[in-house]
C-alpha cells in the first residue's frame, strides 16, 4: 500500500512539474528555441478556448513603457544573443567577508514642477549649451548610448558635450519627459568613465504637462582645476597602460590591469568622488564604482570592449562585463582585491554569478555571459533583445488554443449596435467588473500586481471606450508611476518594472486591456 501511495504522489509531482513546464512556454513563445529571451506576454487563461492553433492578435492600440523610457526597443543592440537572465533578489547576496565591500550609487535625478509661465520663460531664456553635433559614439563601445532611440540620442550627445565644457545649466534640445532625462543621463555616466569630474547627480525642472525645461549638471570640486585633474588622471592611466601594450593578447592585458589596478587601490568607503574613476587611479581610495570605472576606461583605452554593470548583490553593486577571447565575461575587480583569491569573480558567466550578482537598470540589457566553453561565442555585436516586447510596434504573439474573441476577427468599431450589457455578456464581464475611472484603474493595477508577485505576471480589466485616453495619457506622460507602480514596487521590494499594455475593442463602447508585467 505504501509503494502505491508512493508512485501516486510520485506522478502527481510529475504532472504538476510538466504542466509547470506548459504554462511557462505558453506566456513565453519560442522559450524552447531561445531559454530567457524577450518577454512576452497574451490573454490570461480563462480567455482561452480548447484547440491546437497559435494565433497572433492585432490589437487597436499597443503602447510599451518601462523604468528605461527613452529605449529603442525595435533596434535595441545586441539582438541576436540569448538574453540575461535575472536572478532572484531574494537569493542574492554576498558571500561572507565580501559583505559591505560594494558603495555604488544609483544616479539621483532630483526633479521640480513650475508653473508653466516659468517653463515657458526658462524655453525662451536659458541656452542650449553645446549640442555635440560631431560626435560618433560606437555601439561596441558605448553600448548604453546604443540602446536609446535617436531623440534621445541627441539629448545623450548635448548632456555629455556640455559635461566636457563644465556648463552647468542648459535647456533640452529635444522634447523629453523627467523619465527618459534619468535613463539618458544613466547612459551617458555609464558609458563615460572619463567624464572622472561629473557628478552621478543632477537636477531638473519641468512643467505640468511632463516637458523638462532646465537641466542642472553637478560636478566634484576636480571641475575647479580640471587641467590639472586630467593631468593626473591620464598620468596614473598611463602608468598602467604602457605595462599592458605591449602583451600579445586581450586575455593577458586584462589579466594585468586587473592585477594592476588591485595592487594600486585601496577600497575605502568614506573615500572622496569615489564614484569615478579618478578616485582609484589618482587617489588609490575608492569603492565597487571607482574600481569597476577605472577597469572600464583602462580597458577601453586598450580597445577592448569594456562595459559598467550597475547591480545588486545584498546591497547596491558595481562590476564589468569585458569582450574576451571571442566571450562576455563578468568581472568584479573590487572582490577580487582580497588576500584569499584575486581571481575568483575574474571573466566569469552569469551563471556563476547569479547568487552573489543581479543586474538593474539599464545593465539588464547589456550582453549575457555564458559559460565557459559553450556554443553560445558569439561576435563582439551580439546580445539580449531586451525584457518586454522589443518592436512594441508589432502585435506580441499568443499562445492560444483557438481565438481569443470568437466570431471577431476583427475588433467591431465603438459604433457596433449592439448593446452594452450584449457585448459584456459575450466578453464574460459584468457591470461591476467595468473600471470607469483613473483613480479606480490605478487601484484594480495595484491589487492585482502586488497579488501577482514579481517576474512575469499578466492581468487584464475592462474599462469604458472613452476612458482609454485618460489612461493612454497618463502612460505617456509617466504619470502612472506615481499612480500605482511605485508603490507596486515597494510592497513587492523591488526596483525595475516593465510593461506591454494592449487594448482591444469590445464593442458596444467597452475596451479590454491585457497587461503583461516583468517586475524584478
Known amino acids: 500500500m505504501k509503494l502505491v501511495k508512493k508512485l501516486f504522489y510520485g506522478l502527481m509531482i510529475l504532472c504538476m512539474l510538466l504542466c509547470g513546464v506548459v504554462i511557462v512556454c505558453a506566456l513565453i513563445p519560442g522559450l524552447t528555441d531561445r531559454i530567457a529571451a524577450a518577454v512576452y506576454g497574451g490573454a490570461p487563461a480563462e480567455d482561452t478556448q480548447p484547440g491546437g492553433t497559435e494565433v497572433v492578435v492585432s490589437p487597436d492600440f499597443s503602447i510599451s513603457e518601462s523604468t528605461t523610457p527613452g529605449i529603442d526597443w525595435e533596434n535595441m543592440p545586441f539582438q541576436n544573443q540569448t538574453g540575461y537572465v535575472i536572478p532572484s533578489k531574494d537569493q542574492v547576496a554576498a558571500p561572507e567577508g565580501l559583505s559591505g565591500k560594494n ?80 535613463t539618458v543621463f544613466e547612459a551617458v555616466t555609464g558609458d563615460h568613465p572619463e567624464l572622472f569630474f561629473l557628478e552621478t547627480e543632477y537636477s531638473c525642472k519641468y512643467m505640468k504637462g511632463g516637458q523638462v525645461v532646465e537641466i542642472s549638471l553637478e560636478y566634484y570640486d576636480l571641475a575647479d582645476r580640471i587641467d590639472s585633474a586630467k593631468r593626473e588622471f591620464e598620468t596614473a592611466a598611463e602608468e598602467i597602460l604602457q605595462g599592458a601594450r605591449d602583451l600579445e593578447s586581450d586575455l593577458e592585458k586584462e589579466r594585468y ?5 588591485i595592487e ?11 564614484q569615478s574613476a579618478y578616485s582609484a587611479l589618482v587617489d588609490g581610495r575608492t569603492v565597487c564604482a571607482g574600481y569597476a570605472r577605472a577597469f572600464q576606461y583602462l580597458m577601453l583605452q586598450l580597445g577592448i570592449p569594456c562595459y559598467y554593470c550597475m547591480g545588486y548583490s545584498g546591497e547596491d553593486h558595481a562590476w564589468n562585463i569585458v569582450y574576451v577571447d571571442g566571450m562576455y565575461r563578468n568581472v568584479d575587480v573590487t ?65 492560444d488554443r483557438g481565438t481569443l474573441f470568437p466570431d471577431r476577427t476583427a475588433a ?25 475611472s483613473l483613480d479606480a484603474y490605478y487601484k484594480d493595477c495595484e491589487t492585482k500586481l502586488t497579488k501577482a508577485g514579481t517576474g512575469q505576471v499578466q492581468f487584464t480589466c475592462c474599462i469604458p471606450a472613452s476612458l482609454w485616453q485618460t489612461i493612454e495619457d497618463a502612460y505617456t506622460s509617466g504619470r502612472h508611476r506615481a499612480g500605482y507602480v511605485d508603490n507596486a514596487l515597494k510592497t513587492l521590494e523591488v526596483d525595475n518594472f516593465a510593461i506591454n499594455l494592449q487594448v482591444v475593442r469590445l464593442g458596444g463602447g467597452y475596451y479590454r486591456l491585457y497587461h503583461t508585467v516583468a517586475t524584478w
Open 103 to 182: 558603495g555604488y550609487r544609483e544616479a539621483d535625478g532630483r526633479t521640480s514642477e513650475v508653473e508653466d509661465e516659468e517653463g515657458e520663460k526658462l524655453q525662451r531664456e536659458l541656452g542650449l549649451g553645446e549640442l555635440g553635433e560631431d560626435l560618433q559614439f560606437q555601439e561596441l563601445y558605448y553600448p548604453y548610448y546604443a540602446m536609446l532611440t535617436e531623440p534621445m540620442k541627441q539629448l545623450y550627445r548635448q548632456i555629455y558635450a556640455n559635461a566636457e565644457e563644465l556648463k552647468e545649466s542648459f535647456r533640452p534640445a529635444v522634447e523629453v519627459s523627467a523619465d527618459q532625462l534619468y
Open 412 to 436: 467591431p468599431d465603438d459604433t457596433d449596435s449592439s448593446s452594452e450589457e450584449e457585448n459584456l455578456r459575450e466578453a464574460g464581464i459584468t457591470e461591476a467588473d467595468v473600471i470607469r
Open 335 to 399: 572582490w577580487d582585491d582580497n588576500e584569499e583569491d584575486t581571481y575568483r569573480y575574474f571573466n566569469c558567466s552569469d551563471r556563476a554569478y547569479a547568487g552573489t550578482h543581479m543586474r538593474k537598470g539599464l545593465s539588464v540589457y547589456l550582453p549575457a555571459c555564458p559559460e565557459e566553453g559553450s556554443s553560445e561565442a558569439v561576435s563582439p555585436l551580439d546580445g539580449i533583445q531586451g525584457l518586454i516586447n522589443p518592436n512594441p510596434t508589432k502585435p506580441l504573439t499568443l499562445a
Open 264 to 274: 594600486k587601490e585601496v577600497y575605502q568607503a568614506s573615500a572622496s568622488r569615489n
Open 257 to 261: 590591469v586587473h592585477d594592476a589596478l
